[in-house]
């Protein structure tokens, strides 16, 4: 992974390695420190009604609380602030990573001015017990908040370098200092703000061109409502996606290629099994793209070229309403485990889908 577009050399980061480095720092904290008593207490904003963090936050007394110990950082002493990094568990690092996701939409909805102490919860974070690279994805939430709200970015910068450990503090000021594209949320984090209507929030995004004149996402959660409805949860939408080859013929065939390639844009829908239906829902992979053309030929056109619905890598059903293309994929992702649905059962989804499309677009 290339942490920074413009860096040279651009370093590159194995998987797991880093999460596998932090475990272990992790595990010696707590051996140097058996007596720490967390001062979160182990509270995680699952033990409240706490909302979606990119969509639909909830004040909740976690908030409250963080806000409070991040007071208390500030006002102390050298001595006193590195104590309270190391009372903070692991799980809790990523809980105030969490705050930062939440205090961003929170701000962008003027609805109360934790953002501005966003900064400093990831001055409070041991860099070397969590991965790093979910910090930068909250100092992009948190950076774009910020300069979305117009305040004295960089002192408050200043400030969390100042109150950080050296790590972190070098992190922060890294990040800082990069230009503004380099650390656009798009591209640090992976999402893009979307007027939901609850307000300003975010929504993953897959880094390809958008230049929909349709409502997809829109089109994407009232189809993702009716799958909750079903065997299905979880649900998850991207927007800016490219929809991969190998779900409508393969990878290299150049003619579908070529049709997918005039698409203006593509949305997906992810979605897992709930528990009572499938034990390893993990396992159970469901996934809905949306692919808007400019003209319907074209968008026939590739479902022509297609041909057949049924399909020996997943049961999968497509269609065309009007300019927009579909698929419905479902198949299993573990070597030697049935897959959940089959092209007969999967047509139950048929009619809800294209109603959706036909009422929203």
Known sequence: MNLWEDDD??????????WGEANEKEAARKKAIADAKSP?????????????????????ELDQAIIELIGQ?????????????????????????????????????????????????????DKERCDFRDVIVALGFVNHGLNKIEVAVDALYEEAIQLAAPPMGELIRGFHQKNPSAKSIEKISGYTPYDYEEGIGFIRYGYATRMSKLNLPAIAFAI??????????????????????IWVG??????IQ???????????????SREEFVEDWLSQMFLLYLVEFKQTEEANSLMKMIGREKFDKAARVFGVVDKVFYI??????????????????????????????????
């Open 328 to 361: 419905l994929i479902q198949r299993s992702t573990k070597m030697g485990e049935k897959d959940f649905e089959t092209y007969e059962s999967l047509q139950r989804f048929r009619g809800p889908i294209e109603l959706l499309i036909d009422i929203k677009k």
């Open 258 to 272: 070529a049709a997918l390639n005039k698409a203006m844009t593509t949305v997906s829908l992810h979605a897992y």
């Open 40 to 60: 979160l207490k182990g509270i995680t904003y699952a033990d409240f009604d706490s909302g979606s963090p990119i969509r639909n936050p909830k004040e909740t």
């Open 9 to 18: 050399p651009k370093e590159e980061y194995a998987l797991g390695q880093e």
């Open 73 to 125: 950082y500030k006002m102390g002493g050298d001595k006193a602030r590195e104590a309270l990094r190391n009372s903070l568990t692991q799980e809790d690092l990523y809980t105030l990573m969490s705050f930062c996701w939440r205090a961003t939409v929170f701000g962008l909805r003027g609805v109360n001015d934790h953002i501005l102490s966003a900064l400093i919860a990831l001055a409070m974070i």
């Open 250 to 255: 393969g990878d290299k065939d150049e003619h």
């Open 224 to 245: 993702g409502k009716h799958i909750e409805t079903d065997k299905y949860g979880h649900v998850d939408i991207t927007v800016g996606e490219n929809m991969p080859p």
